[in-house]
């Protein structure tokens, strides 16, 4: 079971930045993708951002794209998720997703998630 910790989210006001990260108990073949996702009240869960910790290779949404920046630090087995430009439509509980190998944009295709963390940008 791969167990994954996220760091505490925030309030920030709508221009401003957050830095959020993951830190997961390894990084095998089974965690191999990295990946975050947000979920808005009343809303699904939206693929925000990934990271291969074998290439580092990375995948955008559309939304976050120029905005958002996905990041490793394989020696302490934590990714970032640095957000700037934040915009109200941000709003939302973040996760960390896992898997094996290969980027993917459903939730149903990440078998372990951390516990979410609040993100709350203000206007």
Not at 38 to 52: C, L, M, N, S, Y
Not at 83 to 111: H, Q, W
């Amino acid at each position: 079971q791969v167990q994954l910790v996220e760091s505490a989210g925030g309030l920030v006001q709508a221009g401003g930045s957050l830095r959020l990260s993951c830190t997961a108990s390894e990084r095998t073949f089974r965690s191999d993708t990295m990946a975050w996702f947000r979920q808005a009240p009343g809303k699904e869960r939206d693929f925000v951002a990934a990271i291969t910790w074998s290439e580092g290779n990375t995948y955008y949404a559309d939304s976050v794209k120029g905005r958002f920046t996905i990041s490793r630090d394989n020696a302490k087995n934590t990714v970032y998720l640095q957000m700037n430009s934040l915009k109200p439509e941000d709003t939302a509980v973040y996760y960390c997703a896992a898997r094996g190998p290969g980027i993917f944009s459903r939730p149903v295709n990440y078998p372990y998630w951390g516990q979410g963390t609040q993100v709350t940008v203000s206007s």
